[in-house]
């Protein structure tokens, strides 16, 4: 499929404005990392406790903080999240030991997620609690099994699995009438009534990283970055040539600093599976590279004599039809993630965005001019051989 026959157009000639344009976008991000905004990061590179709540009435980040304050949390990082009103990302992080076992830092965060909690929920459910009743927006599945149990014998843990699995779907049960179009017998349904009462706030996840973890994290993913352009470097140098591997992690070097750049603006949090997509941002970016350089290794047999210029121009004409095809196939894909996948996914499909955008940019108007900038300061020479 060629959606260009012939297509003549003069890539290169836009060169110097393309290594411009990307410098001073790079510039505009350290500057925002470093004496700005900075870079968000998750609980996965950085320590203290991330949860994430719903609650049956509506409230707003002003009404958590005010419940954090009273325990001395009133500092934590407040996110009103999804299109309920109801939902909320909170991340805590309080003074630890540091030259206390990994363990005990850990533990001293699951603690801290403890406080937070019970905070919000405040004297909630004291009385209830009092008569023997059970929180069915808190219960664990074990419990609840064992209380349906001991009054259905044989059918308690199908009925606890459908109420807690409606529960995850819609992140808190806001009332029992919610839960009689789940497939409950009516004698379950008036057991229930009876036996337990409707919290406040659901936890819907809760994640705890103590600050040698997150070290540790944050070096590894800036080591497994490292490690996968040097592969590529060495790759493609024995593959081509040397210049064109240290074009190929040049390109993709920029391609990283581009995604966070746009990432410290858009105040996005980085975590680990931010860093999967950048590993795969690099893979895909690379892959294009691979192809144009293919085409020039070709092109340089069958236009001996011409400048490089040119025939890497001829080469990313020849190649357009299959770029614009591969990656608006990419580009379709993740946006349909980024628009209907929800917002777990919404991150890594905004980062799989740019990183499809920026890999073809960068295809084209990066890894090439690199190679001819390389050969026309340490191969002149051999450049006007070409």
């Known amino acids: ?30 500057l925002n990392v ?17 949860l994430r709540i719903m ?17 001395g949390l009133g500092k934590s990082v407040v996110q009103k999240t999804g299109d309920t009103g109801r ?20 533990e001293a965060h699951e603690k801290l997620a403890d406080k937070i909690i019970q905070a919000l929920r405040g004297d909630d459910g004291t009385a209830e609690r009092a008569r023997g009743l059970v929180d069915l927006n808190a219960v664990d599945e074990r419990t609840l099994t064992g209380l349906l149990e001991g009054a259905f014998p044989g059918s308690g843990p199908d009925a606890a699995l459908k109420i807690l699995s409606y529960r995850n779907q819609t992140g808190i049960i ?3 009438q919610d839960i009689s179009g789940i497939g409950l017998k009516p004698e379950v349904q008036t057991f229930l009534k009876d036996k337990t009462y409707l919290g406040k706030l659901t936890v819907m996840s809760r994640e705890t990283v103590g600050p040698q973890v997150g070290a540790d994290l944050r070096r590894k993913a800036v080591q497994a970055t490292i490690w996968s352009l040097i592969g590529m470097l060495v790759y493609i140098a024995l593959r081509f040539r040397f210049e064109y591997g240290v074009a190929a992690v040049f390109t993709l070097f920029q391609d990283v600093l581009i995604t966070m750049t746009v990432y410290s603006f858009t105040n996005r949090e980085i975590n680990l599976p931010i860093i999967a997509g950048v590993l795969t941002i690099v893979g895909f970016s690379i892959n294009d590279t691979i192809v ?4 020039v290794r070709e092109n340089q047999k069958l236009m001996r004599g011409k400048p490089l210029e040119e025939v890497m121009n001829a080469s990313l004409n020849q190649c357009l039809s299959r770029t614009i095809i591969t990656s608006g196939t990419v580009f379709l894909t993740v ?5 209907f996948g ?28 690199v190679v001819l900038f390389w050969q026309k300061w340490f191969k002149p020479a051999a450049a006007r051989r070409r």
Not at 2 to 30: D, R, S
Not at 55 to 68: K, W
Not at 342 to 369: H, K, Q, R, W
């Open 1 to 30: 499929m060629q959606l260009f026959k012939t297509p003549h157009l003069q890539f290169l000639k836009y060169k110097y404005i393309a290594l411009a344009a990307t410098a001073v976008i790079i510039v505009a991000g350290v």
């Open 34 to 50: 470093t004496a700005f905004k900075g870079l968000k990061l998750g609980v996965d590179f950085g320590e203290g406790t991330l």
């Open 55 to 71: 609650t049956r009435a509506s409230s707003n980040e002003g009404d958590i903080r005010s419940l954090l304050q009273t325990v």
């Open 87 to 106: 939902e909320f990302q909170i991340r805590a992080v309080e003074a630890v030991n540091t030259k206390a076992t990994e363990q005990d830092q850990l």
């Open 174 to 176: 806001t009332g029992y």
């Open 292 to 295: 144009i350089f293919d085409r």
């Open 335 to 339: 946006a349909a993630l980024f628009f």
């Open 342 to 369: 929800g917002e777990v996914i919404n991150d890594f499909a905004f980062l799989m965005l740019v990183g499809t955008i920026e890999g073809v940019y960068s295809t084209i108007y990066l890894s090439c001019p």
